[in-house]
């Protein structure tokens, strides 16, 4: 569904021809001309050159839009023309360069490798060119993926995003343990968080600048890259071009873009987004009792690893679903520290369910493609979808179990309703 | 209430009118007393779709986000909280009363409305209360001779916003200014007025000015031009 607003839109020639002296003399009563003014729709692609006009906008000066399903069901690597974008700050003024999926041109990029080392380090993307690469297919997601569906218990403010907030992506890029090790930085005992930053800042003088924090014995460092390429490419400007560094399993906000340090400290970055934004509660809270500026370090943690997630690819409300046997079909992620070891799919609204045979996924991080053929009768049908790990993890019935007010990680069982003819 | 002319003149309107998408597509809330305010204060950083998209938060809620936005640069004076507060959960809250005409302003009464205030309300969250701007990205009001290339330039980029590289004083800035035509041409003009006096902008200009009347804004706002065509139109103009 286009994301388009159609409301008349009163421009200012139509207001003069229409309104004539009329109009004109509103204008010479002091207070008086307040119009009522309309919106005018975001077009994705003249957003960020070379996105799919069809993406779905959620803030045009941050870059910030979501793929229609039926468009992202399409491809095993989801194209830079239609993953999904969410930059942080506006993509105009100093970082207008970000506003396109061409990859930026910084021959001279240099990380700044800091902190409590004997060796501070600067490794330029030239030196990274010539270290062994490796290639990660992971889902890349949004820690707001599926926000707008909290809505069923109390709006979370925000982007309002459906299920199009992620992507499958193949990145390629120099494995970050072995660098670090290999930088000889002689680190500090004490230096226990790593801490990325990238090349953007704020536009306000006194706003916090995006820098994530991980601790240095987090096992997903293991699987994480300092990425060059994505899908085969030099990695595009708006999705982190030249350098980003990509930790498979975790939500999009770790996963920093245009990485220009890395910090060894003895604590984590003081940064808002580290501190107070994109973590989730420790424990359950509620409507009126919490609010998004109710986070602290102590309460809450950080949105690192994927909760386990499923969701239903065909059939979608839109399409056209003939009776019979149908092929219900979708994928599955999780954080990738456990297998995926079933989908249950039930066409009867939760009553029964059944096993979809499950594709081997290319990587324990990327999409878990899954289908199960089924007979939907005629009428109105519910299709769910609900995925399992060998860790027991799995998704609730009612997502909104885990409100939280700033709507983070989705992850209830996926629901469809299908019109079959 | 709506008036009469502006009922008329929707109604003779059968199509929707795309004009040119800038990164900070034209989002509007509804109307209703300190809604400028928002529009005022709430544009810097995003668009006004996230506002938008949450509407039917409670009080309670908009208040946290609203405090939650400190850390991320919004700066207001507790009257400025409370006003933006009391708009965000009346009109953008669970139940909105209909939308009320934004016409009646404190400052309206009496007729004399205070540049100083407007420039505070609407401008200082990008240009900075000392008009210096911020490198890179908010172009300075202080010293910029921009404000006197042309008579009405000032309130052309105000009705229409301005986007495009632009050059003050050796510095570059290649950034969208949204429109601030919810604003009056008495406000438009007073905040022009009270910019071209401010700081040691007095003497900056080659030739005086006549001060801004609200007739002139209301002659320009009479005229279509994109943020682009008000890029063009300074180019044209420069010194």
């Known amino acids: 569904m286009t994301y388009v607003l159609r409301q008349p839109n009163l421009s200012r020639r139509e207001f003069g021809l229409l309104a004539g002296t009329a109009g004109l003399a509103m204008g010479f009563a002091p207070g008086l001309t307040r119009r009522a003014l309309a919106d005018e729709a975001a077009n994705a692609a003249k957003i960020i050159a070379g996105k799919s006009p069809d993406m779905i906008v959620h803030n045009a000066k941050l870059g910030v839009m979501e793929t229609p399903l039926a468009l992202l069901r ?91 907030g992620m992507g499958n992506i193949e990145w390629e890029g120099v494995p970050l343990r072995p660098l670090l090790d290999d930088l000889k930085l002689a680190a500090s005992s004490e230096a226990v968080w790593l801490t990325a930053n990238g090349r953007d800042d704020p536009p306000e003088r006194e706003a916090t600048d995006f820098a994530k924090s991980y601790h240095i014995d987090d096992p997903a460092l293991d699987n994480a890259i300092l990425a060059l390429k994505m899908n085969g490419e030099p990695i595009p400007a708006s999705h982190g071009g030249p350098v ?128 199960l053929p089924a007979k939907l009768a ?30 983070y990680e989705w992850n209830g069982v996926d629901r469809v309703t299908v019109t079959v003819t | 209430m709506k008036h009469p002319l502006t009922a008329a003149l929707c109604l003779a309107l059968a199509t929707g009118w795309m004009t040119e998408a800038a990164a900070g597509s034209r989002i509007e809330l509804p109307e209703g007393p300190n809604r400028d305010l928002v529009y005022g204060k709430c544009r810097t950083c995003h668009d006004l779709q996230y506002v938008k998209d949450s509407a039917g938060l409670d009080q309670y809620s908009w208040g946290g986000l609203l405090d939650s936005m400190k850390d991320f640069g919004l700066k207001l004076t507790d009257q400025q909280r409370s006003e933006i507060l009391g708009y965000l959960a009346t009109y953008l809250g669970p139940n909105p009363p209909p939308a009320a005409p934004s016409a009646d302003q404190p400052q309206m009464a009496g007729g004399e409305v205070d540049g100083a205030t407007v420039f505070n309300e609407q401008c200082s969250s990008c240009h900075q209360p000392n008009g210096q701007g911020v490198p890179a990205n908010f172009p300075p009001l202080a010293g910029n001779r921009d404000l006197f290339s042309d008579r009405l330039f000032p309130a052309y980029v105000l009705l229409n916003g301005l986007e495009g590289k632009i050059t003050v004083d050796d510095h570059h800035f290649d950034g969208v200014m949204p429109p601030f035509d919810h604003l009056s041409d008495a406000e438009i003009a007073a905040v022009i007025n009270y910019v071209r006096g401010a700081w040691t902008n007095a003497q900056l200009a080659d030739e005086t000015f006549a001060a801004l009347e609200a007739s002139d804004v209301a002659n320009v706002r009479a005229k279509t031009m994109t943020a682009s065509e008000v890029h063009a139109y300074r180019e044209a103009h420069l010194d």
């Not at chain 1, 396109?100 to 910084?106: G, L, R």
């Not at chain 1, 001279?108 to 490796?134: C, K, P, Y």
């Not at chain 1, 930790?247 to 873009?257: A, D, F, H, L």
């Open chain 1, 244 to 371: 980003r560094l990509i930790i498979p399993g975790y939500y999009g906000n770790m996963n920093v873009k245009y990485v220009t340090n890395l910090l060894l400290d003895a604590a984590q970055s003081p940064s808002a987004f580290q501190s107070k934004a994109y973590r989730f509660p420790n424990h359950p809270v509620e409507p009126g009792k919490f609010t998004v500026a109710d986070y602290t370090t102590s309460n809450s943690r950080p949105t690192y690893g994927f909760q386990i997630m499923s969701v239903i690819f065909s059939p979608l409300a839109e399409d056209t679903v003939k009776h019979g046997t149908v092929e219900i079909a979708g994928v599955a992620w999780n954080d990738g520290t456990a297998p995926i070891t079933s989908v249950e799919v039930s066409t009867d609204g939760g009553a029964s369910w059944r096993d979809a045979m499950i594709e081997k996924p290319e990587s324990p991080w990327a999409w878990h493609h899954w289908k």
């Open chain 1, 74 to 164: 399409k491809y095993p690597h989801t194209p830079k023309e239609i993953l999904f974008n969410r930059l942080h700050f506006p993509v105009d003024g100093e970082r207008k360069w970000t506003a396109t999926t061409a990859a930026p041109d910084f021959k001279d990029w240099t990380i700044l490798v800091d902190g409590l080392v004997q060796r501070s380090r600067q490794v330029t993307l030239a030196d990274l060119m010539t270290m062994d690469q490796v290639k990660r297919v992971s889902v890349m997601q949004c820690a707001g993926n599926g926000r707008s569906y909290y809505a069923a218990k109390s709006k979370a403010p925000g982007g309002q995003w459906k299920h199009g």
């Open chain 1, 378 to 407: 005629k009428g109105t049908t519910d299709i769910m979808c609900r995925a399992t790990d060998a860790f027991g993890r799995t998704q609730p019935l009612d997502g909104t179990a885990r409100w939280q007010p700033k709507g």
